[in-house]
T-cell receptor, first 108, second 116 residues
Framework: GQNIDQPTEMTATEGAIVQINCTYQTSGFNGLFWYQQHAGEAPTFLSYNVLDGLEEKGRFSSFLSRSKGYSYLLLKELQMKDSASYLC?????????FGSGTKLNVKP | GAVVSQHPSRVICKSGTSVKIECRSLDFQATTMFWYRQFPKQSLMLMATSNEGSKATYEQGVEKDKFLINHASLTLSTLTVTSAHPEDSSFYICSRTSGASTDTQYFGPGTRLTVL
């Protein structure tokens, strides 16, 4: 089976930086993806990593270490609208397996 | 704009009835689409891979006779929940891959199924 772990919930302050971790143990790997999901809505794509290292996209960055089975999503300059669930997903061939998701609460 | 649509967005049905959910790829001929289920406060669980012109492939533990998938054209996949029961109440989401180098998925808006 696929084992993908994330913290259940985090709280951070508006304007701050938050790091959401994801660890995985899967039978295969073709990339790690991060999605944002607001309650009752479908997930939207944020970032992805195939090779080790840091990928930066505006306020969002994602890091991958394949040898450690570890990734994180870094959110900078937090805004209230960033309150949402953040899902990491491991791609294996053409399938995506999702972690349990991290609910981020941004407070003023 | 949206690249994947789902219909209906919400459905309430009585126990024992069957419900069909449609998923359309609006801008891309998708030979492969995916169906997920999400229970409240949980993550997405991959149910099956829908393959155009052939049988769907189901994840372990998903009953293929209960969740019928048909992918008759390159733009339409349907999921039918047969003989629905209250425990089938969930948020059902379909997706397709992008076909681009990032190869991410684009998700439909989801269908909220409530079985009474």
């Amino acid at each position: 089976g696929q084992n993908i772990d994330q913290p259940t919930e985090m709280t951070a302050t508006e304007g701050a930086i938050v790091q959401i971790n994801c660890t995985y143990q899967t039978s295969g790997f073709n990339g790690l993806f991060w999605y944002q999901q607001h309650a009752g809505e479908a997930p939207t794509f944020l970032s992805y990593n195939v090779l080790d290292g840091l990928e930066e996209k505006g306020r969002f960055s994602s890091f991958l270490s394949r040898s450690k089975g570890y990734s994180y999503l870094l959110l900078k300059e937090l805004q209230m609208k960033d309150s949402a669930s953040y899902l990491c997903a491991v791609k294996f061939f053409n399938k995506f397996y999702f972690g349990s998701g991290t609910k981020l609460n941004v407070k003023p | 704009g949206a690249v994947v649509s789902q219909h209906p967005s919400r459905v309430i049905c009585k126990s024992g009835t069957s419900v069909k959910i449609e998923c359309r790829s609006l801008d891309f001929q998708a030979t492969t689409m995916f169906w997920y289920r999400q229970f409240p406060k949980q993550s997405l669980m991959l149910m099956a891979t829908s393959n155009e012109g052939s049988k769907a492939t189901y994840e372990q533990g998903v009953e293929k006779d209960k969740f019928l998938i048909n992918h008759a054209s390159l733009t339409l996949s349907t999921l039918t929940v047969t003989s629905a029961h209250p425990e089938d109440s969930s948020f059902y989401i379909c997706s397709r891959t992008s076909g681009a180098s990032t190869d991410t998925q684009y998700f439909g808006p989801g269908t909220r199924l409530t079985v009474l």
